[in-house]
T-cell receptor, first 114, second 116 residues
Framework: DQQVKQNSPSLSVQEGRISILNCDYTNSMFDYFLWYKKYPAEGPTFLISISSIKDKNEDGRFTVFLNKSAKHLSLHIVPSQPGDSAVYFCAASAHTGTASKLTFGTGTRLQVTL | ETGVTQTPRHLVMGMTNKKSLKCEQHLGHNAMYWYKQSAKKPLELMFVYSLEERVENNSVPSRFSPECPNSSHLFLHLHTLQPEDSALYLC???????????????FGPGTRLTVL
């Protein structure tokens, strides 16, 4: 049973437009959410996170929105740039006061076209 | 070296071989993780070490054996693997989260393992 789902395997967006990547989760114990970006032949790179006490977190061109009632989060990238082309993973964690254990989605491949 | 490094980057082994994957973190973290990424599947957490003590073993077969000699190094010893174990193996590290804080994990580039 997949607790973190990214239902869109791929997304194509024109340069300069907004990219919206979506993620749904089922475990109501999750209280911390992260987005990672992965280029080929590299490990995932941390992008942005949000805790469940917030509904929005912004860092430059990247904003993550959290809708706890819908168990849904989204990553907005605006404006999108060709260098943003990568696979984006959503991850969630339930706080345990010890090492964080992340549950990942399957990823969404973003292609930013010129 | 900075960040999280993994060696080797690529490994091809037969089912009867014994090999080890190595991970080293230069971030001063005190928790380390092994993940497996198979094609079209989400990253699967395999093992977690917190303060050099194993705190998680996600029903991983015994042919995978982790070792964490200190907070900077993590190994994954492999023996009698199966072809279905072919995957990308990723190491990550983080600070141990406090009771009111969270910490993101930083990943290495991974080892691409092929079992023949």
């Amino acid at each position: 049973d997949q607790q973190v789902k990214q239902n869109s395997p791929s997304l194509s967006v024109q340069e300069g437009r907004i990219s919206i990547l979506n993620c749904d989760y089922t475990n109501s114990m999750f209280d911390y959410f992260l987005w990672y970006k992965k280029y080929p032949a590299e490990g995932p790179t941390f992008l942005i996170s949000i805790s469940s006490i917030k509904d929005k977190n912004e860092d430059g061109r990247f904003t993550v929105f959290l809708n706890k009632s819908a168990k849904h989060l989204s990553l907005h990238i605006v404006p999108s740039q060709p260098g943003d082309s990568a696979v984006y993973f959503c991850a969630a964690s339930a706080h345990t006061g010890t090492a964080s254990k992340l549950t990942f989605g399957t990823g969404t491949r973003l292609q930013v076209t010129l | 070296e900075t960040g999280v490094t993994q060696t080797p980057r690529h490994l091809v082994m037969g089912m009867t071989n014994k090999k080890s994957l190595k991970c080293e973190q230069h971030l001063g973290h005190n928790a380390m993780y092994w993940y497996k990424q198979s094609a079209k599947k989400p990253l699967e957490l395999m093992f977690v070490y917190s303060l050099e003590e194993r705190v998680e073993n996600n029903s991983v077969p015994s042919r995978f054996s982790p070792e964490c000699p200190n907070s900077s190094h993590l190994f994954l010893h492999l023996h009698t693997l199966q072809p279905e174990d072919s995957a990308l193996y990723l190491c990550a590290s983080s600070h141990v989260a406090g009771l009111s804080s969270y910490n993101e994990q930083f990943f290495g580039p991974g080892t691409r393992l092929t079992v023949l």
